[in-house]
């Protein structure tokens, strides 16, 4: 505390998370250290801030990014051996200060995928309302992707959680973000979902893949997808009864 550059005392919070396991095994001045630095959040709009980054000739989505690697240390010490209340408690403090991609998608790689599964739809509607000057949305989304396929979310949950991401990733206009972000959620789709829900989802791929001829520089990641896929329907009819199965097979081909 007492520090006038925010981007200096993440690091020095950083720092003390790291030294202080040490000394403290109870981590409470871990979660002090989180809470302080989303204070510092009111900062980044004063004047100090604002002439430090026009000096350094850096934007702000640039200047937010120099922060990752300190706020995700904090945040895995945070994490570090703690059972979910201590997730709730971080969440309410982050919906409370600020709605940054860089800290959700901090928390999402720091704590059990068992957590935020059980968290999943709470976790889509925070991302859909984030900002995403530091850490885009779709890293966001297949980082919640990865977590609901390693940990089951709750069954009432996943068709309104399917909703929630697959309306927002089918907005994304480049085809490398949207292409990631639908490798994670497809495997979940079949491993949770009818092949309905499959031949769907597989029909907006077709649509984006093919736009501007998308699908020649995402080839490693179309198979990806039929990998995902596979393993979940034994039975080799249900795939080829699918209408946009053969489609989606067709955009392997090659450029002559």
């Known amino acids: 505390r007492g520090m006038g550059d925010p981007l200096v005392a ?30 510092t959040y009111s900062q980044l709009n004063t004047d ?38 201590v997730l709730e408690e971080v969440l309410n403090l982050v919906k409370e200060k600020t709605s940054s991609g860089l800290v959700l998608y901090a928390i999402l790689n720091s704590f059990k995928p068992e957590f935020i599964s059980s968290r999943a739809l709470e976790f889509a509607n925070m991302i859909k309302e984030s900002e995403e000057t530091a850490s885009p949305k779709y890293r966001l989304y297949v980082s ?23 309306k927002e990733v089918m907005k994304l206009t480049s085809s490398s973000e949207y292409i990631s972000c639908a490798q994670i959620w497809i495997e979940f789709v079949a491993m949770h979902f009818s092949k309905k829900e499959v031949n769907t989802l597989l029909d907006d791929i077709i649509k984006h893949m093919t736009m501007d001829r998308a699908f020649e520089s995402h080839y ?24 946009k199965f053969l489609p989606y097979v067709d955009l392997f081909q090659k450029e002559e």
């Not at 950083?14 to 302080?36: E, K, P, W």
């Open 220 to 243: 490693s990641d179309l198979v990806s997808i039929i990998n995902k896929i596979l393993p979940h329907f034994k039975n080799f009819s249900t795939l080829f009864s699918m209408s």
């Open 10 to 39: 993440a690091y020095a919070r950083a720092y003390l998370c790291r030294v202080g396991q040490r000394i403290d095994t109870h981590n409470s001045y871990v979660m002090l250290n989180f809470t302080d630095y989303l204070n």
């Open 144 to 166: 919640l992707g990865n977590c609901v396929v390693q940990s089951e979310p709750s069954p009432n949950d996943q068709l309104a959680l399917l909703n929630t991401v697959w």
């Open 48 to 85: 100090n801030v604002q002439n430090a980054i026009t000096i350094q000739k850096l934007d702000m989505s640039k200047y937010m990014h120099l922060f990752a690697p300190a706020v995700e240390w904090i945040l895995q010490c945070v994490a570090h051996k703690v059972n979910d209340r």
